[in-house]
């Protein structure tokens, strides 16, 4: 009996390791492994099975995201003969979706990436199942991305435009389908070889997907929504009919919505409030792109991905919550044109968000917090390229990178702090250096701010970087940093102004960039002696006016700090900074009188 029981005891031992065995390998760490598996089989069918191997075993992790993992591996061998049409570009017919003759059939998934084949892993991993065949002998059908450039002869140098299209044929039919082309242009100037910009795969599968998947139409009260079955759930692929409300359910025929993709939501201009079901788990490409009205979405707990362009331009957007299943943010999912999104006031992304994509937040005037997670390891470019109200930022251990045009025009921002482990920064950083940076002594930031010219202060961490914030005397707004004032904005309606010496009892010692925008009604401006920098464009888009600056003044940033205004006379002493800095800024409408006080 005893033995019997032990036997039983090891039995079902061998089978927890066996299940446990079998959840590991369905694991997001398990799929990182997938490519060198598919480069290491010798023949196409040996990758074609371990292909068709990875769609179920991680179709959970590829239906909702699994785009860091390269699938496309080079093809390990010749295919055979007939499975490319003879002439191939005679054969080549426009259609625009999946022709009824191809459904149903089973395709092997090919990518000719500028010549070189290779399979197209990415997309056959997430067809639908039974489509996908496991050897070149199954397939029927043929699914073929070509990426390929062609030169631009009205550039002087190195130009191109970049081209993707997707084919699909039968195997031994002399018609090829053309289900998709998309054309990126080089931009209008630059450096070197200039090419139109190169899409990621999940950008390129947001084209196809809609072709493979069978669609379910619901109708409601003010039109259809239409949804795409893809096995283990839908996601919504359109909706018609003007409504201020829209309401996802959370399954269709017994299907979970899991995603949402681009739908069309950008024709719904009365589009106010979008209510998502908790079983979403990705929100897809330009989901509510242009929503211009569109003012709240919940974001539901479980939600792993928020597509690039997602809610780019939708300018009326509040402030999201962000839940802790968040992990990656696609490119421009938040962006608009600069200072133009009015009701976001905060971005506090939770702790498990690992990515943020290329220009996904640019900033707002209205932005007022950033909180980034300790979990990011990523910030694209453009992050807070147009700033906000925020006064200081954290970067968080793990950053490794400050990519182009991070913070570039945050005129409202005084500090930052940069862990050790940013170790590489590109063009157009921090303001052009009218942010201060905190870092450890001895950090590459460190260097980089000395390198740079730009202020900087050795800081342990970041809880001992000061955290200024925006106070209010009389007609000024002004921040302190480092024991002295910073006006930041003047808010009064006096024609005639006259700058303290003090602002919470400190120094004013800088006049910070748009301190006065667009003050049309001030005649005169009298600068304090306090004052030791006023900061470019501190003075914008203003009326004509007199601007009075005393020999204690030593710098005037540059010849833009008067920019975009009627005529500006500046008065000061004879051969003091700032006449000298008058007369090379004639050409700026800017005139100078002697003027001692």
Not at 476 to 496: D, F, H, K, P, S
């Amino acid at each position: 009996m005893k033995k019997i029981v032990s036997t039983a005891i090891l039995l079902l031992a061998f089978c927890l390791l066996v299940c446990a065995q079998a959840s590991a390998d369905a694991s997001p760490a398990a799929l990182a492994d997938m490519p060198a598996a598919l480069y290491a089989e010798q023949t196409p069918d040996g990758q074609l099975a371990l292909l068709a191997d990875i769609s179920v075993r991680f179709a959970d992790t590829l239906e909702t995201g699994g785009w860091d993992v390269d699938l496309n591996a080079v093809l390990a061998g010749e295919l055979p003969e007939g499975f490319l049409p003879e002439d191939f570009e005679a054969a080549v017919s426009a259609e625009g979706a999946l022709p009824e003759a191809l459904r149903g059939l089973r395709f092997a998934a090919l990518y000719d990436d500028k010549g070189t084949l290779r399979l197209l892993g990415d997309f056959a991993a997430r067809l639908p199942a039974g489509t996908l065949v496991s050897s070149l002998d199954e397939a029927q059908a043929v699914l073929l991305l070509r990426h390929s450039l062609t030169s631009r002869s009205d550039y002087i140098g190195s130009a191109y435009n970049r081209h993707y299209d997707l084919y699909a044929w039968e195997i031994g039919s002399d018609t090829v389908y053309t289900l998709f082309g998309l054309t990126t242009f080089p931009p209008a100037a630059g450096r070197g070889t200039l090419s139109g910009e190169e899409l990621g795969m999940e950008t390129l599968w947001g084209h196809a997907r809609d072709l493979f998947f069978d669609a379910v139409t619901v109708e409601d009260a003010y039109g259809t929504m239409t949804f795409r079955i893809t096995g283990a759930g839908c996601y919504l692929a359109e909706v018609t009919g003007d409504r201020t409300v829209l309401e996802i359910p959370q399954e269709v025929n017994g299907y979970p919505v899991t995603g949402i993709a681009k739908c069309g939501l950008s024709g719904l201009p009365s589009l106010v409030e979008v209510c998502l079901p908790d079983t979403v788990l990705w929100i897809g490409d330009r989901a509510f792109y242009g929503c211009e009205a569109l003012r709240t979405v919940n974001l539901p707990e479980g939600l792993e991905s928020i597509g690039n362009y997602a809610f780019s331009y939708d300018e009326e957007l509040q402030t999201l919550a962000f839940p802790s299943s968040l992990r990656t943010i696609g490119e421009h999912a938040f962006s608009s044109s600069s200072y133009e999104i009015k009701g976001i006031t905060a971005f506090d992304f939770s702790e498990g968000l690992v990515s943020i994509g290329d220009y996904a937040v640019t900033g707002s005037n209205t932005l007022e917090r950033v909180t980034l997670p300790s979990t990011l390891t990523s910030i694209g470019k453009g992050f807070l390229e147009y700033g906000g109200s925020f006064l200081w930022l954290v970067v968080p251990d793990g950053i490794t990178k400050l990519e182009k045009d991070f913070l570039m025009s945050a005129d409202h921002t005084l500090c930052i702090y940069l862990p050790e482990s940013v170790g590489s920064f590109e063009d157009n950083l921090l303001d052009y250096g009218h942010i201060t940076v905190y870092t450890p002594e001895g950090s590459a930031a460190a260097r980089w701010a000395e390198s740079m010219g730009y202020p900087w202060v050795a800081c342990a961490s970041p809880d001992a970087m000061p955290h200024p914030s925006l106070e209010t005397e009389g007609d000024y707004r002004y921040a302190i940093l480092e024991g002295e004032a910073i006006l930041m904005e003047y808010v009064g309606e006096e024609t005639q102004v006259i700058i303290p010496d003090t602002l919470g009892g400190y120094p004013v010692r800088t006049i910070k960039e748009d301190a006065f925008f667009k003050q049309e009604a001030i005649t005169s401006i009298v600068i304090a002696d306090s004052v030791r920098c006023i900061q470019s464009l501190a003075i914008l888009k203003c009326g004509q006016m007199d601007v009075y600056i005393p020999a204690s003044v030593p710098e005037l940033e540059n010849q833009m700090v008067f920019a975009n205004n009627e005529t500006i006379v500046i008065h000061a002493p004879e051969g003091s900074a700032a006449q000298q800095w008058a007369l090379d800024a004639a050409q700026y409408n800017v005139d100078y009188q002697p003027w001692e006080p």
